[in-house]
């Protein structure tokens, strides 16, 4: 693949992502420093307890996973130019639905597993057929989704069953360790290794990039735009069906209120990542960066006396969260603001794709 | 006529719609009821209002919820503190429009993409509200309610209201100048700059407008209760897209009118009671809504394609 190649050069990217991706470890390695000194502390009895225990270090690994697996759905998608707000919601179809084939079905777990992932990529399709398949635009179709998902899992549950009493061995997926680490982290990681893999190192994840920085060039070029589209979404699909699975065996329950909001935190992370919300420029290393600046800003937060006082880690986390973004996307736009105004010329983007 | 072909589909739908009810749910019909499922829902159709012209603009704005809510607690705050309506209705406007100025200095000043802009926007607002209110209810004092008025007078005035501000929207979209600009810089933002217009002061005034509008909407909706509920704005981002989409604003921008978007949310504020009436289980209520959202971007993916041919 030569395309991609040049087209980075040509415009330093690659030396930007570079830039970025060391600008946002230096903020997690400096906000990790800063938790580990002020929030840390030793009780009575001498023991060590906040942020600076290897319990806690795990805690921010198993809370960040669901976020994290939704996160690394969306890069691919973002990076072909599209968005998938969908993401959370089908999350909670899957899990109210993996309640339903081992409660009410009886089948037995690793059946019902690989239905719900099956179900997931199914219902990733319908986002893929309506978005690449008849071209409507993405923003729209998954919001459409967002409100189908979430209403069939309300509609499912009646709004009020919740299913519980999930086999320890099902269990041990969320809440055990494996090899040290949390047995969902391996998972992530797992899927982080693929993702990189698809989207560095593969003709199809590189054509990704490719599609968002300009689909008509990627058809001219005789890249299969449509299929390399479709699987983008329907990966998302099977992906935040992974996590659905992982976020009903941390809670020990699947619920249709599920896992409410997180698509907003999993596109934060993206875009915090470095991932351009018009697509064509980013990386799967930005988005797990991003993941892990803000989980380790809202697990923090909650040692710090402070904030402890005035029970408002939640809000803070949020905050900053928002004041993060919005710095990222300045820093990173502000630089193109200069020249374009050198020629006076301002396009109007629009929100989602770059104007024609 | 072709010209408005998707906003005359939404109206068959809703006619439909209303006949279907008509047959099978006559006790849809009934005053009191009706009465205030439109209040409930005339704030939300205010905001829409605002986001038309944003959707136009070919932008868009989630962080319309936390302005909300924002509002609401704000105008909530200021009449227990003892001012009166008159003013409280004009401050919360106010907020609102500065709320909006910021989103609009933003995406227009610094050229950020909207979408990402307002997505911080909703969360840090919403945190910010959070982490100074904790949750608390503002309880209203008397008088509030309903201006002070009875109940019906009170409905009749917002409806009122929400009627003429709608109409009188509709018409400066179509027949002033910084209307028809809207559509042009949503059309072609360079074109338009070629034109003698000035894209980044339209995008900038059309968040504005959404802000104060969505500000007049929150106290809109403070007055209909006793207590001014904290996350009262919590998803309305959602519901008002939903309208404008289902109502058949191009979300490419340049194409759409205020009252395709007021049919939109017409349809989808009488999905809840006409399933009430059809006696099917409420849960079904979010699940259609979006299958009303997706069947309508699949009309106007039709209706593009047959353009483009």
Redo the contacts between chains.
Sequence with gaps: MKTPQTLERSHGWRKWLLRHETLLLVVLVLEWSLFYYFGTSVNRRGMTVGFGTLDRQFDILRHSCEIGLLALALTPVILAGGIDLSVASLLGLCAVIFGQLTHDLGLSLSIAAGATVALGALAGGLNATLIAGLRLPPLIVTLGTYSLFRGLAEALTRGAVTYSDFAPRFLSLGQDRWLALPVQAWVFFAVAAGMWMLVHRTVAGRSFRVIGFSPEGARFAGLPVTRNLAGVYVLAGAIAAIAALIYTARLGQAKADAAIGYELFAIAAVVLGGTSIFGGRGSVTGTLLGVAVIAVLKNGLATLPVVIRLNAAEEISGMLTGFLLLAALAGSTIPKLVSARRNRSWSNGSFISPSP | MSRYSRELSVLAVLAAMLLALGVWAPGFYRLQPLLSLATREAPVLVVACGMVLVVI????DISVGSQFSICSVAGGLLAAAGWPMVLVVPASVAIGAMLGMLNGA?VAG????????T??????L???L??FR?GEFVTLPDGVQWFGLSQSVGQALILAATGVLVIVLAAALRHVALGRQIYA?GS???AS?LAGIR??WV?FFAFAALGALTGLAAAMNVVQSPQVQPLSGNGME?KV??AV?VGGVA???GRGTLWGATAGLMVLACISPALVHLHI?A????????????L???A??LRRRRSDA
């Design positions: 603009a070919r932008q868009i933003l610094l050229g950020l993409p909207s979408i990402v802009v997505l911080a926007m909703l969360v840090t919403r945190q910010g959070n982490l904790q810089v072609d933002a360079e700059r894209p980044r995008t959602l897209i939903a989409v979300i490419s921008g289980e849960y079904w209520e979010k699940a259609i809504q979006g299958a009303v959202i997706l309508a971007a699949i106007e993916g």
